[in-house]
């Protein structure tokens, strides 16, 4: 019963990104019903005394209870409380809802809820649920080293099938997403994701478990004469070493094509932290992590990504300015709404609601998201349950330490 829910967990994660990152709600609502289902078949297993609960699982208590906590507060902002409770507890949002409803010309009702709105605040907290579901779900259900693999390389060939996408979309000129043609960023790589961004952060996170399933495979015992090392070099010709080798290559390829300067950067940057870190923690620096880093720096950076346009993404970098970015602007008037809903939080997904309130007309356009997820965050959920879901996981990681 386990394989049988291996493998669709498996087809989730090669699912998620597709369209648009599951961002658009029909996409949110697929993802929704796919993960509860896959979590009540896990239960109806696990009450017939068909699957077990993991190590891994138990050792995640603490990430277990943080979660829960923030899910239910997320629940519990969405729902109508007293007005006097609301006045207390946000004055901010009471007033708000109060100028609302004496603009349409209604009474205040009796009942209000905390957050800004309700709606998306309701959509959130049942996402961070399925988030919570999924991420359960792997721990209960990769519980052996072959199952790990697999997972990793179903995350690799989602990066690689994202980075040729997203290729062959820019350079032919098509310009076209899955599902719809694209709206925005023509001329860069974006995949199935609508930001360029998002895209970068997807090939980031896939890239990595490339660079992991490639290290697992490195033989560290030197060859003892010219007959072995012919023969480990054939075998490496010969097996999937070469497939995964490519496939990196190709995801830097896709990298650079999106023109991120911050996902550009972050890689190449992480990639000579983990190199040096990898050093320090083996205390030794074998032939195949040479071959291998000095192959991502020189032969993939210097060499292939300069035929798709690495001087661009550099371009980019130099001509960044804080008088020309309206990011940081954002990110202060957001640092003031904090003030403003410190406490309770303007609710799960209100960011786009309560943002224009703050407007100081220094920047243009829309922001539905603050960019920054340690602003975004407090402003939505509250600074104490931020401080939850942050010590929680503190914990979490101190105890697999």
């Known amino acids: 019963m386990k394989k ?37 078949f896990w239960l109806l297993g696990y009450a017939l005394n068909r699957l077990p609960v993991t190590l891994a699982f138990q050792k995640a208590r603490w990430f277990h209870l943080g979660f829960i906590l923030v899910t239910c507060w997320l629940f519990i902002q969405q729902m109508p409380l007293p007005v006097d409770w609301v006045k207390v507890l946000s004055p901010h949002a009471w007033d708000i809802h109060s100028q609302a409803y004496l603009a349409l010309g209604l ?26 579901l999924l991420f359960c779900l792997c721990l209960l259900l990769i519980d052996r080293p072959e199952k790990l693999r697999t997972f990793a390389w179903v995350l690799v060939i989602s990066g690689i099938f994202q980075a ?5 979309s820019t350079l032919s000129g098509l ?30 996170m896939t890239l990595a478990a490339g660079m992991g399933l490639l290290i697992a495979q ?15 070099t054939l075998k490496t010709l010969m097996s999937n070493k070469v497939i995964l080798r490519t496939g990196l290559a190709i995801m830097v390829i896709g990298m650079v094509l999106s023109r991120s300067r911050m996902g550009n950067t972050a890689f190449f940057s992480s990639l000579m932290i983990t190199g040096f870190l990898y050093v320090i923690c ?26 798709f346009g690495l ?29 403003d809903y410190g406490l309770t939080g303007s609710g799960g997904g209100s960011f786009y609601t309560t943002l224009p309130a703050y407007h100081d007309g220094s920047w243009r356009g829309f922001y ?26 503190r914990l979490n990681l101190s105890g697999f330490a």
């Open 282 to 307: 083996r205390k030794q620096l074998s032939r195949g992590m040479v071959v291998l880093f000095v192959s991502l720096l020189v032969i993939d950076t210097a060499i292939v990504s300069q035929w």
């Open 368 to 393: 539905d998201l603050a960019h920054n997820d340690f602003l975004q965050f407090p402003l939505e959920f509250g600074i104490p349950a931020y401080g939850v879901c942050q010590h929680s996981c």
């Open 218 to 232: 490195l033989n560290e015992r030197p060859s003892r004469d010219w007959h072995e090392w012919l023969h480990r």
């Open 4 to 40: 049988a829910l291996f493998w669709p967990l498996l087809a989730v994660m090669f699912w998620l990104p597709l369209p648009e990152g599951s961002k658009p709600e029909w996409a949110m609502g697929i993802l929704v019903m796919l993960v509860y289902g896959l979590a009540l």
């Open 164 to 168: 040729v996408f997203g290729s062959l």
């Open 175 to 204: 310009e076209v997403l899955l599902f719809q043609d694209k709206p925005s960023y023509f001329g860069v790589a974006t995949g199935t994701f609508v930001n360029r961004n998002s895209f970068a952060g997807c090939m980031e």
């Open 107 to 132: 009474p205040l009702p009796d009942l209000l809820p905390l957050s800004l709105d309700p709606f998306a605040t309701q959509v959130t907290a049942l996402l961070s649920l399925a988030y919570y």
């Open 311 to 339: 001087e661009k993404v550099v371009e980019r970098l130099e001509q960044t300015s804080m008088e020309r970015e309206t990011r940081p602007n954002v990110a202060e008037v957001t640092l003031d709404a904090i003030g």
